[in-house]
């Protein structure tokens, strides 16, 4: 189905298979001859993930750590620069500057968004 605006819409069920989830950044770095990527150990409550970015020109490592994000928990893995990203985390962009999507409210790392 198309809108009216040319993008697809998806139904519900499609949406539900999209895995989203808090995460907490336990550490943050540089990826090494990479000027846009940081790498991110993320915290699900009992399971961690590595997940490179593009956020560097907007974000520096020590601003991520203990930051709580949301990510799309079930993306399958791609290598970039080399490293697995075993996810993506969710950001805004009107253009210039790239903003973190997070929560308003303190919740448990690994809680599902819905």
């Given at each position: ?6 993008r697809?819409?998806i ?5 539900r298979?999209?895995d989203?989830?808090v ?18 150990k ?9 997940i ?11 601003d991520?750590?203990?930051?709580k ?17 075993e ?9 210039n500057?790239?903003v ?15």
């Open positions: 189905m198309e809108s009216e605006t040319g697809n819409l139904d519900v069920d499609y949406f298979k999209i989203l989830r995460g907490k950044v336990l550490e943050a770095e540089d990826v090494p001859n990479s000027t846009k990527l940081l790498k991110l993320v915290s699900f409550g009992e399971t961690a993930k590595t490179l970015s593009g956020i560097k020109k907007n974000y520096s490592p020590q991520l750590v203990g930051k994000i949301i990510v799309i928990y079930n993306l399958k893995p791609a290598k970039l620069m080399g490293l697995e990203s996810g993506m985390l969710l950001a805004a962009s009107d253009g500057d790239i973190l999507l997070t929560t308003d409210k303190d919740v448990n790392e690994g809680s599902r968004i819905s």
